[in-house]
């Protein structure tokens, strides 16, 4: 019985020592994280440049892996110069127009006897001005914090350069690394670790790789949309349409619904439902037949009651960046879980999520 109680007491050290340990370097790990990440992400474009041609020689590794910083360091600095301020002013504009709105709509509640009698009721009305009076300093100030945000991650160079240098040395040296590091262990158990970290890789490679994809089209398409409407919060809608399309499950469904709404505020009578038609088609091309066909390959498969559980999880521990990872991770989880137990038994994977 001592015993037990001993090696319960270590193991309960062990786990507040290793909670201890995670909570004064979580700013370092999630560093570390977020470099895997951007590394699995910009592996399938490095690999791309990889095979051009240049006379009998391919592009050598380390010419791919600068090329693809220095196009993602561009662009990020055109988003930063020229996408984001601009976008800023437009939702400041649009939280001054807010009181206008509301003044308009209080004519016409006026004029309709049944909303009338609603408004006497529960004083619509005058909830939605208070609201709408408050809106331009909300949205004011969530723009600011854009624009500080944005500032922050320039003034941060040191994270900044850490995790793009730690991103250029896993693209350049990850495998190596990890072939070196399973190659010390017995045969079976190196070629377990192999195929787990190759599966694993694999998924989460997918699974940036396609979401970025997924995301820059989904903001495309919402530009183009928009422009063709004539609609001047085009670019800040199409922003917000890809950021939000990165959030797993739910994001570009709220994307969508903001964007009708700014429709219906902002916009002419018809634009909000003809936005809500094509965006329902869209969506349904993506998820039904786009998503899988873009997946196919990464073999991505994670039950959607455990997606939605991860995602729950993810977001609670580590805000939006817990959100974006928790699927890949579960379906690492999954991977571990399938070649320690399962692999052997001949047991049904579970389905991909849609």
């Known amino acids: 019985m001592a015993k037990v109680v001993l090696v319960a007491l270590a193991c309960a050290a062990l786990a507040v020592l290793l909670a201890i340990a995670v909570l004064h370097t979580r700013t370092t790990l999630r560093w570390i994280v977020t470099a895997i990440f951007l590394a699995l992400a910009f592996d399938p474009a490095v690999g791309l440049i990889e095979r051009i041609r240049v006379g009998r020689r391919h592009v050598p590794r380390i010419a791919a892996v600068l090329s693809v910083l220095a196009v993602f360091l561009a662009g990020f600095g055109f988003l930063v110069l020229h996408v984001i301020p601009p976008t800023i002013s437009n939702i400041e504009g649009l939280a001054k127009k807010a009181p206008t709105y509301v003044s308009d709509f209080e004519s016409w509640a006026e004029e309709n006897q049944q909303f009338q009698e609603l408004n006497q009721k529960y004083d619509l009305t005058d909830k939605l001005s208070e609201q709408a009076s408050s809106l331009p300093s909300k949205l004011g100030g969530a723009a600011s914090r854009l624009g500080n945000a944005t500032v922050s991650v320039l003034e941060h160079l040191l ?196």
């Open 159 to 354: 994270a900044a350069v850490t995790i793009l240098t730690l991103t250029v040395f896993l693209l350049l040296e990850g495998a190596g690394m990890f072939e070196r590091g399973t190659g010390r262990l017995p045969s079976p158990q190196r070629e377990r670790f192999r195929r787990i970290g190759h599966r694993i890789a694999a998924v989460v490679r997918s699974y940036v790789s396609v979401n970025l994809l997924l995301a820059i089209a989904a903001g495309l398409f919402t530009f183009a949309f928009l422009e063709i409407e004539g609609f001047h919060l085009a670019l800040a809608m199409a922003l917000l349409v890809a950021f939000l399309d990165l959030i797993p499950l739910i994001g570009l469904t709220v994307g969508g619904v903001l964007v009708a709404a700014v429709l219906a505020i902002d916009g002419r009578p018809y634009d909000a439902a003809v936005w809500l038609a094509v965006f329902l088609a869209y969506q349904q091309l993506q998820d039904r037949v786009v998503q899988p066909l873009m997946y196919r390959g990464g073999a991505l498969k994670v039950n959607p009651v455990v997606a939605i559980v991860a995602v729950l999880i993810g977001a609670n521990l580590a805000g939006v960046l817990g959100a974006l990872i928790a699927i890949p991770t579960a379906a690492s989880l999954g991977v571990v879980l399938d070649e320690l137990f399962f692999k052997d038994s001949g047991a049904p994977e579970p389905e991909p999520a849609e």
